[in-house]
């Protein structure tokens, strides 16, 4: 789907990036970071942050600590509290102004159903520091829904030392769910088979964008899925 196709209704220029908003023929809103794509509303996004979240509780029912390592659009939050409505949210993500439209914006807080207005800890931080800094804190799932890995910074993101340090802060039974494309869901799969000693890769298809990869591993455990 080109971007040609779309009407532009709106662009904001952040410390870290570019944010642009389109809307489609059906009226659906498509974010793109920095030219990147990240969602297209309805059936797209539904079954992406369907596909992030819910596997994650299947294999942990009783996770209640949750920590969210990008996700500023509060989409991935506003799934995790229907799966868990006691669920305690930490949301780590750098870009602070692309959170504020989140929280502020009538339309984006309606797609999020004011996720970010709601109970939970939000952190404006570089998630690389962050997780060094807090490697004394247990969560019983971390989910990583960060941008592919289309730049050098971003690829930091998806390294073995990186991945490792997050695995630190899993409490028993904790998962770890990573949001990989196509080309590298392999080489995280094997990263976390690597610390974790088990993986397993779920695959997803959407109507208008490419699909992906959920990688997932559980401290402890044997995936049953």
Request: net charge negative; proline share 3%.
């Amino acid at each position: 789907m080109g971007l040609e196709n779309l009407r532009p209704i709106y662009e904001q220029k952040t410390k870290y990036q570019t944010i642009r908003f389109y809307e489609n023929t059906k009226k659906e809103l498509l974010l793109t970071l920095d030219t990147f794509i990240q969602f297209v509303e309805g059936e797209d996004e539904t079954i992406y942050h369907d596909v992030l979240t819910r596997p994650a509780f299947e294999m942990n029912p009783k996770a209640k600590n949750i920590l969210i390592l990008g996700g500023g659009d509060g989409l991935v939050a506003r799934n995790v509290k229907k799966l868990n409505p006691e669920s305690n949210i930490t949301l780590v993500d750098l870009d602070e102004e692309l959170v504020e439209l989140f929280k502020t914006k009538k339309r984006l807080v309606k797609l999020n159903e004011g996720s970010l207005l709601k109970d939970i800890n939000i952190v404006i931080a570089d998630a690389l520091i962050w997780i060094k800094d807090n490697q004394d804190k247990k969560f019983d799932i971390i989910i990583l829904d960060f941008p592919d890995a289309n730049n050098h910074e971003l690829k930091k993101l998806y390294k073995k030392e990186f991945i490792a340090e997050i695995c630190n802060l899993l409490d028993k039974n904790g998962v770890i769910a990573i949001q990989c494309h196509f080309n590298i869901s392999d080489i995280e799969a094997g990263i976390i088979q690597d610390i974790l000693g088990n993986n397993k890769q779920i695959s997803y298809t959407m109507p208008y964008l490419d699909g992906g990869k959920i990688v997932l591993g559980q401290l402890n455990g044997e995936i049953n899925l």
